[in-house]
């Protein structure tokens, strides 16, 4: 397709699961990033791929969270144990090298911790 | 420690008018400003940027201006459109990568 997509659309999940969000970048972008918004709140930077390099993890809240990108293209976000402060749309975006005009996010994954 | 930030969480203007947008921002090291537009249950999409060299950039009913010496910048819609109402986020980017940093949001409600 042309833009981000990412699944699921929703997920309930009970405290203490593990989820999996997926993300496919528009193709060609070099670059991937994974935000979070909670209810009420800005959205929070959570880690970043580029290319080859090693990825800018320093926005997960806790070892908790991870995130790996096979082959430059397709990204998971892993969060293990959820808690129910994990609850809030997570979203990917996708950019090409040399951002100079922004990116372009996908419509999200909204997490539900009960 | 919030670096960009929209002190109003809501906004509401009569369609027809000017909408105004505010966004301060404290790092010294962004150089490039964004404003991306997000409706519910959507991602946000971009709208409208500026660099740091630059003290206004226009696009149709959309003009952003940045002040470096205040650390603010602001987004004007003219005129107003009920379709205009959206939650719009200020981000910015530092000179040195590609990773932005996103205000809070401000909620535009435009009342026919």
């Known amino acids: 397709g042309a833009g981000v997509s990412q699944s699921p659309s929703n997920k309930v999940t009970e405290k203490g699961k593990d989820v999996e969000l997926r993300c496919d970048p528009i193709?060609?972008?070099?670059?991937l990033y994974w935000y979070r918004q909670s209810l009420g709140q800005g959205l929070e930077f959570l880690i970043y791929?580029?290319?080859?390099?090693?990825?800018?993890k320093s926005g997960l809240p806790s070892d908790r969270f991870s995130a790996e990108r096979t082959g430059g293209s397709v990204s998971t976000l892993t969060i293990q144990r959820t808690q129910q402060e994990d609850s809030a749309v997570y979203l990917c975006?996708?950019?090409?090298?040399?951002?100079?005009?922004?990116?372009?996010f996908g419509s999200g994954t909204r997490l539900t911790v009960v | 420690d919030q670096q960009v930030k929209q002190n109003s969480p809501s906004l509401s203007v009569q369609e027809g008018r000017i909408s105004i947008l505010n966004c301060d921002y404290t790092n010294s090291m962004f150089d490039y400003f964004l404003w991306y537009k997000k409706y519910p249950a959507e991602g946000p999409t971009f709208l409208i940027s500026i660099s740091s060299i630059k003290d206004k950039n226009e696009d149709g009913r959309f003009t952003v201006f940045l002040n470096k010496s205040a650390k603010h910048l602001s987004l004007h819609i003219v005129p107003s459109q009920p379709g205009d109402s959206a939650v719009y986020f200020c981000?910015?980017?530092?000179?040195?990568?590609?990773?932005?940093?996103f205000g809070t949001g401000t909620r535009l409600a435009v009342r026919p």
């Open positions: 193709s060609g972008h070099t670059a």
């Open positions: 791929f580029q290319g080859n390099s090693a990825p800018d």
């Open positions: 981000a910015a980017r530092e000179s040195s990568g590609d990773k932005l940093t």
């Open positions: 975006a996708s950019s090409p090298a040399g951002l100079n005009y922004g990116y372009t």
